[in-house]
């Protein structure tokens, strides 16, 4: 406890850029945990379902199922339901539907990820900028009768260290979280694509299954 009041009371010397980087970093909080909202809500698949897609010769019936019982927001709902609303079309009908909306679920799923990028390159800079600003307040206090105030020497470098700190220190949790959630992204869009190869696959068996039965 005694340590946050001493970080909290030291961020008071950083200067004017303490602000807009304590700004950054509540908007990127923000991000990041409506990210890890999303991902945990919207994104994970039950194994069941992964399961009877794996399965060869399942039953469509209960696919639809499955798949209904799943959120309207799910991502993997979203991206099953074409496929199973246009099965009784031709595959690559099936395949294109199925590629449009697995756009429109990546641009939702990066939605936010270009803010944490931003923060990533803004808050060392906004650091930098605090950095020179103390060290010129610290500067000013030298004039040709030698040193004016030396208290005001050591508060200016205190506010450039402390706006280059916080800054650096805000930029590294935002790369982590970025490097973090679009690893999630990548992983999830490759599950997608997986599983509707395998849905493919079966529309395309069951396809040729009903074109021998009619020859």
């Not at 990041?32 to 010769?57: C, Q």
């Amino acid at each position: 406890m005694q340590e946050i009041q001493e970080s909290l009371q030291a961020l008071k010397f950083g200067g004017a850029m303490v602000y807009p980087l304590l700004a950054l970093a509540v908007i990127a909080l923000a991000i990041m945990i409506d990210k890890a909202y999303v991902y945990f809500r919207y994104v994970r698949l039950r194994p069941d379902i992964s399961d009877l897609i794996e399965t060869y010769g399942f039953s469509w019936v209960e696919l639809e199922k499955q798949v209904a019982s799943l959120d309207g927001r799910h991502y993997f709902g979203r991206f099953f339901r074409p496929i199973l609303e246009n099965r009784k079309k031709p595959a690559w009908w099936v395949e294109s539907r199925a590629g449009d909306e697995a756009q429109q679920i990546e641009k939702s799923m990066s939605r936010g990820l270009w803010v944490l990028e931003t923060v990533v390159t803004a808050a060392p800079l906004l650091g930098l900028l605090g950095t020179i600003t103390g060290m010129m307040h610290a500067f000013n206090l030298i004039g040709g009768a030698g040193l004016v105030d030396p208290s005001g020497v050591t508060a200016g470098v205190a506010q450039a260290l402390i706006a280059t700190a916080l800054g650096l220190f805000i930029a590294l949790i935002c790369l982590f979280a970025f490097n973090f959630f679009s690893r999630l992204q990548s992983q999830t869009l490759d599950e997608m694509e997986r599983l509707g190869t395998r849905l493919l696959d079966h529309i395309r068996l069951d396809q040729e299954g009903a074109g021998g039965e009619a020859a």
